[in-house]
């Protein structure tokens, strides 16, 4: 978190939602900003679609606590929002590392966000994961990334991909009257193939092994959960 908000205390306000964290989160939020917001949390668009009207100002850069501005990517938005685009939003890289490794492949090499937009223009779309940004206006994209540091240490990696796999079971379980191998063996296993394959994550050694492993449970994770779902 502090590594968060000293690569962003440049922004003329800085507003944090924070979901009654029970560690040290506020007491270093209060070192940078008074504006701290607390709501119970629900899924990630949800909070972020509640979060974004109480911003004072025109344009808002929404970060995650692993997320980082880099000196380069500070002065490329403080330029844009400067020029006055015609654009309401702007896609940005990131550069994701893991197990202090940084993770050129494996399905993450072309990773990019909408984390920089126009609070009137922009809402989240209703997804319990991987929301995106929607809008009607014109959307670019900044040269400059966000560093990503992805997750703590592997036991955070777990819980996310558990905790992602059960949001994600309320997005597919319409799309999926029914649960069965093809669901829980080949979805999977493709999805190894696509990470470790296809996306290259070979070329990133042990590291890109285990974020295949991991990615293709998570599909399992999902259908064991719309299943486990279908009976209650």
């Not at 979901?19 to 506020?26: H, R, V, W, Y």
């Not at 990615?215 to 259908?223: H, K, Q």
């Amino acid at each position: 978190m502090r590594d968060l908000l000293e690569s962003i205390k440049w922004a003329e306000e800085i507003m944090i939602v924070d979901s009654f964290s029970t560690d040290e989160t506020l007491e270093i939020a209060r070192e940078y900003t008074d504006f701290i917001l607390q709501r119970e949390y629900t899924t990630p668009a949800n909070q972020k679609n509640w979060a974004i009207p109480q911003a004072s100002h025109e344009w808002i850069l929404l970060l995650d606590a692993d997320e980082r501005v880099t000196p380069r990517l500070r002065e490329e938005i403080l330029q844009i929002i400067e020029n006055q685009p015609k654009e309401v939003a702007f896609w940005i890289g990131r550069e994701n590392y893991f197990m202090e490794k940084r993770v050129r492949y494996s399905g993450w090499q072309n990773d990019a966000v909408i984390r920089l937009f126009r609070r009137n223009d922009c809402r989240y779309d209703n997804k319990a994961v991987h929301e995106e940004i929607e809008t009607e206006g014109k959307i670019g994209r900044l040269q400059s990334k966000l560093i990503h540091n992805t997750y703590k240490d592997m036991a955070h990696f777990l819980e996310k991909m558990r905790r992602y796999a059960r949001l994600s079971a309320l997005d597919y379980s319409e799309k999926t009257p029914r649960v069965t191998l093809y669901h829980l063996w080949v979805k999977p296993a493709f999805r190894f193939f696509k990470h470790y394959i296809l996306k290259l994550g070979f070329l990133d050694g042990k590291v890109g092994f285990i974020i295949s492993v991991i990615m293709a449970w998570g599909v399992f994770l999902r259908y064991l959960n719309i299943l486990e779902n279908s009976k209650k």
